[in-house]
Every structure is written in C-alpha cells, then in structure tokens.
C-alpha cells in the first residue's frame, strides 16, 4: 500500500532554512488526480495545513506561510520536497506530509524539527 | 479563512456510550469535510470524507453528517481504543482548516 516517508534536518538555527523530503512508495506521485501536502503540528497543539503540490508542478500555500514557503515535487525519485525560509521558534512543530483527495491520506509518520541556536 | 469549532474540546465518557462531536465552520462549505482520529505520538488518520462518507477499513461505530455549516461526528458503543484526540477539517476554501480537536478520556 502506499507509504509516505519524511526526511530532513531535525534541528534548524533560527533565521536557516527548514528543509524536508517526503519519499512515496507502494505508487506513482503523478498517479490520479490527488496532491501532495505538508502539515504541520506544534508540540501539543494542533494542525496546520502549510501547503500542497500536483505532480503536475501546481502549487497551493497557506497564506500565512506563502511568503517563506515553497513546495516542490521530484517525479523521477517519487518525492516531493519542503522549505521553509526565515524559521523562528515558533516554526518548532512535527512535520508531516501526506496525499491529498478529499481528505488526506495516507500519512507519513511525521518528522520533528526543532529550531534552536 | 474559514474558521472551524469544535465542541467539546474535551470529552469524557464511559465505555459503551455514544459519543458525538460537532463542528462548526464560519461559512457554508457544502461537504467538503473530513474527520481524523490522532492518537499520541501518531499521524493523524483519516475516518470520514465529504462529511459521512467513512474511509475503507474503519469501523462502522464512526460515522459522520452534516452539510453547509454544521457537522457531526458520532461514536456509538465507545470502546477503549478509541481514546484519542478527534479533528475536523474543511477542504472547500485555501487555506485547509482544522478544527482544535476533541480530546475523548474514558471515564
């Protein structure tokens, strides 16, 4: 069945760039009509939908991240990548990725990346 | 961006009740809704989409209704592994938005 599975630096200087990879197995990125997206859940708190991308290249943002934020999908390696600019403390959070239809599913187990000097 | 409440944050209930949880969106987002159970240190796994259509492989004790504004997920007989924190989410409007969550303690 399919598998997410995210990637990327656990600890990130504040002012850095925040850079994670989510790899798909178990079937194609640019299989259907679904997308593919990071979400995101501070410590103890809840989600927030960050961004998603078709492997077509089209891309979505939350408007409150869209100026740090960019999204990109790799076909040929079946993965879809995250960087987040200008990180701060607040952008602590385990990251998630996961496919997107209606609702999103199936979901990748989660990253945490904490950002600390 | 469209705002979804969820009440009650918290929930306590006895093994075998019926649960519900309703949430609410600041505007009509058809059906455009899904229901996730997170347990902790867990993804968030989906339940319910467009509102009361119940994903492949979950128990029929989770359902889900609602339209436009108004949602409600329900647990009937509440079993133990259902001890979790419960999100609503809408998918009519960027950006996607989550409710806050309902954490359900067994009493």
């Known amino acids: 069945q399919l598998q997410l599975q995210e990637s990327g630096s656990g600890l990130v200087k504040p002012s850095q760039t925040l850079s994670l990879t989510c790899a798909v197995s178990?079937?194609?990125?640019?299989?259907?009509?679904?997308?593919w997206s990071w979400i995101r859940q501070p410590p103890g708190k809840g989600l927030e939908w960050i961004a998603y991308?078709?492997?077509?290249?089209?891309?979505y943002y939350n408007p409150s991240l869209k100026s740090r934020v960019t999204i990109s999908v790799d076909s040929s390696k079946n993965q879809f990548s995250l960087k987040l600019s200008s990180v701060a403390a607040a952008d602590t959070a385990v990251y998630y990725c996961?496919?997107?239809?209606?609702?999103?599913?199936?979901w990748g187990q989660g990253t945490l990346v904490t950002v600390s000097s | 961006d469209i705002q979804m409440t969820q009440s009650p944050s918290s929930l306590s209930a006895s093994v075998g009740d019926r649960v519900t949880i309703t949430c609410q969106a600041s505007q009509d987002i058809t059906n455009y809704l899904s229901w996730y159970q997170q347990k902790p240190g867990k993804a968030p796994k989906l339940l319910i989409y467009d509102a009361s259509n119940l994903e492949t492989g979950v128990t029929s004790r989770f359902s889900g209704s609602g339209s436009g504004t108004d949602f409600t997920f329900t647990i009937t007989s509440l079993q133990p592994e259902d001890i979790a924190t419960y999100y609503c989410?809408?998918?009519?409007?960027?950006?996607?938005?989550f409710g806050q969550g309902t954490r359900l303690e067994i009493k």
């Open positions: 989410q809408q998918y009519d409007n960027i950006p996607i938005t």
């Open positions: 991308i078709y492997h077509s290249g089209s891309t």
């Open positions: 996961a496919r997107r239809g209606g609702g999103f599913d199936p």
């Open positions: 178990g079937g194609s990125i640019s299989s259907g009509g679904y997308s």
